[in-house]
């Protein structure tokens, strides 16, 4: 069982930037491929980046290709999402979420385990 908190969101403006945290509870979090999911109002949850167990292989949504950034920490079984250039259409309540996998699925049924999310809102 892998229990993930995400933290980081607020009020933005477009253009600026945030960065949310995800802190995983289980000390194999080396072992889990690491995923972003968000979902707006009245919208179906979608991919946003992902990235590998040991951060060498990350993939991103074409939306938010070249402004947003997955990285992690492993030793502090944290796995960050760097959100630049914000736009009002990145509003949406952000998931981290995680598979016991070797590839970075992009797919929201293919990840086992799911935070409770945090709001991001950006006005224009």
């Known amino acids: 069982q892998v229990q993930l908190v995400e933290s980081g969101g607020g009020l933005a403006q477009a253009g600026d930037s945030l960065r949310l945290s995800c802190a995983a509870s289980?000390?194999?979090?080396?072992?889990?491929?690491m995923g972003w999911f968000r979902q707006a109002p009245g919208k179906e949850r979608e991919f946003v980046g992902g990235i590998s167990r040991n951060g060498g292989t990350t993939r991103y949504a074409d939306s938010v290709k070249g402004r947003f950034t997955i990285s992690r920490d492993n030793a502090k079984n944290t796995v960050y999402l760097q959100m630049n250039s914000l736009k009002p259409e990145d509003t949406a309540i952000y998931y981290c979420a995680a598979i016991f996998s070797t590839s970075v699925a992009t797919q929201l049924t293919s990840y086992d385990y799911w935070g409770q999310g945090t709001q991001v809102t950006v006005s224009s």
């Open positions: 289980r000390r194999t979090f080396s072992s889990y491929t």
